[in-house]
């Protein structure tokens, strides 16, 4: 018989991260499967002693290539992916050991932690091996086929983010590197040109950014003139309404396109905060109210994409704070005050 799930994972060089995660599975794991791409320290020692399963697979700047080879090594009946610089809550274990005995269910996300600044965001990581789904993209990898349905659950993950200044600077120039080959390979690829816009950004080369976000924008537009629209792809808008808000200072330019991103994506908050900033910025305070209160009623409802990551604060104190600001300028200090205190109860050291 077939053991019940498989935890999936790719690694290279995990030798500070891999001993929290695999125990963090190991009483929940029917199997392991690791496929190393090229580690150079003690990752592979390390996984062996967690009884993984371990397969070699030379580097080729694919994420997707070397994610489809663990799901072609696994047995189980249902596979779990996941990242060595994740961690399975513990309370968490007992959910999904529960779930997969759900005879009616093909596929599940997960809560994934990314930042104690943001909420957590639900995305597609326990599913049927039957399915046979895969991964496509070199970087930022997606499952495809869509599975028929896909369950929430209260299976939590949490991400460890690295503090090496060294790791992060690695990390970097390797996804540069991709996201530059995964644009040639696809030139209408939103997600990616605003992604190489924000690493340029990084770097403070504008006009390099400035170009990126534009295409993104373009390429968007042309894309989603009629069809379904794909939430990664806000960040077409984020980037670009950052840049002129932040940069070029153009408030009235980046909130022409918060608008047209509202449009779009009227489920992220994010827009509609700073669509709110944009307008103090302008004094037009009675209008900035209106979307202000919009983003704290999407918090206060439940009503926003949990698909996407979103600052805590801009569902907590920010929208009640910007309205507080708002009404003082407005010289209703009655309400300035109401709207301060509720911000303050929320968040005392702002």
């Not at 690694?11 to 499967?33: H, M, Q, T, W, Y």
């Not at 104690?116 to 991964?135: A, E, G």
């Not at 949490?158 to 030139?187: G, V």
């Not at 980046?254 to 449009?263: K, M, S, V």
Request: hydrophobic residues 35%; aromatic residues 12%; charged residues 30%.
């Amino acid at each position: 018989m077939n053991p019940g799930i498989s935890f999936c994972m790719i690694v290279k060089n995990e030798e500070d991260f891999l001993p929290g995660c695999l125990a963090s599975v190991r009483d929940v794991a029917d199997e392991i499967v690791i496929v190393d791409t090229g580690s150079g320290d003690r990752t592979i020692e390390i996984a062996k002693k967690f009884g993984a399963r371990i397969y070699k697979f030379p580097w080729d700047n694919n994420f997707s290539h070397a994610r489809n080879k663990s799901l072609r090594y696994a047995i189980g009946e249902w596979i779990f992916i996941l990242d060595a610089d994740e961690r399975l809550s513990k309370e968490s274990r007992p959910i999904v050991k529960k779930i997969i005995d759900n005879p009616s269910k093909q596929a599940y996300s997960v809560k994934l932690y990314l930042d104690d600044n943001f909420l957590p965001i639900d995305v597609l990581r326990i599913f049927r091996r039957s399915l046979k789904l895969h991964y496509t993209g070199l970087i930022h990898e997606v499952l495809e086929p869509s599975p028929p349905s896909i369950e929430d659950s209260e299976v939590s993950l949490l991400h460890i983010n690295p503090h090496n200044k060294k790791i992060k600077r690695k990390k970097y120039n390797r996804n540069m590197l991709i996201l530059k080959k995964q644009l040639k390979d696809d030139p209408d690829d939103v997600y990616c040109m605003a992604e190489l816009g924000r690493y340029y950004l990084k770097k403070k080369r504008f006009k390099d950014a400035l170009k990126h976000y534009n295409q993104a924008l373009c390429s968007f537009r042309a894309q989603n003139s009629s069809s379904e629209k794909n939430p990664a792809d806000v960040v077409s808008y984020k980037y670009l309404i950052e840049y002129y808000g932040e940069v070029e200072k153009d408030f009235e330019k980046a909130h022409d396109l918060c608008l047209e991103g509202i449009n779009s994506f009227p489920l992220y908050p994010w827009l509609f905060w700073y669509a709110g900033i944009l307008l103090i910025r302008m004094k037009s305070y009675e209008n900035a109210i209106h979307y202000f209160l919009t983003c704290h009623l999407m918090g206060k409802n439940g009503k926003f994409d949990r698909t996407l990551p979103v600052d805590k604060d801009i569902l907590g104190y920010k929208p009640l704070h910007g309205m507080g600001v708002c009404y003082f300028h407005l010289k209703n200090y009655q309400k300035a005050r109401k709207y301060f205190q509720e911000a303050l109860s929320l968040n005392p050291y702002h």
